[in-house]
């Protein structure tokens, strides 16, 4: 009986490459002690258990924390810088240009109220003079007695009035023309014409200014005619043959003559006085004259 062909080692063939199972029994494919298959692989067979892939990890979350801190901190500093420079600006700069920009308001303040000062010490000085030229001209008015209604100056007499503006007023009234009513309507067919019971007044006047500044003699002087009964008469701006509108502008030392034109009833005339006053100086008592 033939023989089934031996291999060199006079073993049978299996499928194990080593040519015998396991020594522990175990052989591949063969069933381990407790009858389970075993899943070792055999040394030399190309089977291996399949390798994972390494897994690769990512940047992570600290990345994106840094760099939102640093923006963060950017944006701290740069709210930081504009608050300081704002309150800079604010405050005045430094302390040192705030102390000095103080010092100046305060000198500017100083100096405002020295000048405010000065000024009003100048008012009061120049009321003070005017007020004194005012009292010296009542003086020298009422120096012999005269002037008060009860003691009037007379026709031709000179007194000297304040005239309002710092300057003086040497005023005499001359011979008065009681019946002047054709000589005023001859020199002017404009000027008004008196009732039959009325009749124009002609006062003469020669003014004399002293005073650093000037005096016009339209504007220096008023006159008024105040009769017996009470009643006052001044001039309506009556075109006289001597008018005030045709004196030249007076300065210190100069003279100037014009007449004045009242309207009086004739049945008053002769009778009363003449008030004198300066146009200018609304607080002087009139000084009268009796003609």
């Not at 089934?4 to 040519?19: E, F, I, R, V």
């Not at 075993?38 to 979350?61: D, L, T, Y």
């Not at 994106?64 to 701290?76: A, H, R, S, T, W």
């Not at 019946?179 to 001859?186: E, G, I, N, W, Y």
Request: aromatic share 8%.
């Amino acid at each position: 009986m033939s023989q089934p062909p031996q291999n060199g080692w006079d073993h049978p063939q299996s499928g194990d490459p080593y040519g015998q199972s396991s020594p522990n029994g175990y052989g591949p494919g063969q069933p381990g002690g407790d009858g389970s298959p075993s899943f070792a692989p055999a040394f030399g067979s190309s089977e291996q258990f399949p390798q994972q892939p390494p897994v690769k990890k990512g940047p992570g979350k600290w990345p994106f924390i840094v760099g939102g801190c640093c923006v963060l901190l950017v944006l701290l500093i740069i709210v930081a810088g504009a608050g300081i420079y704002f309150f800079t600006r604010d405050s005045g700069g430094t302390e040192e240009q705030r102390t000095t920009g103080s010092s100046t308001s305060e000198e500017a303040t100083t100096e405002e109220e020295a000048t405010t000062e000065e000024e009003a010490t100048t008012e009061e000085e120049a009321t003070t003079e005017e007020e004194t030229a005012t009292e010296e001209a009542s003086a020298d008015a009422a120096a012999d007695g005269k002037g008060a209604k009860d003691s009037p100056y007379a026709t031709g007499e000179t007194f000297t009035i304040d005239d309002g503006d710092g300057g003086t007023l040497d005023v005499t009234l001359g011979e008065v023309d009681w019946d002047a009513t054709s000589t005023v309507m001859d020199t002017n067919q404009f000027n008004t014409e008196p009732a039959d019971d009325e009749t124009y007044v002609l006062v003469p006047l020669e003014v004399t200014y002293h005073g650093d500044s000037e005096a016009e003699a339209y504007m220096s002087v008023t006159v008024e005619y105040v009769s017996n009964s009470g009643e006052s008469f001044t001039d309506q701006g009556t075109v006289t043959p001597h008018n005030s509108i045709d004196v030249d502008t007076l300065t210190d030392g100069d003279t100037g003559k014009w007449d004045m034109g009242l309207i009086v009833p004739k049945d008053q005339i002769d009778d009363g006085m003449f008030s004198v006053q300066a146009l200018l100086d609304f607080e002087a008592e009139p000084v009268w004259v009796a003609p």
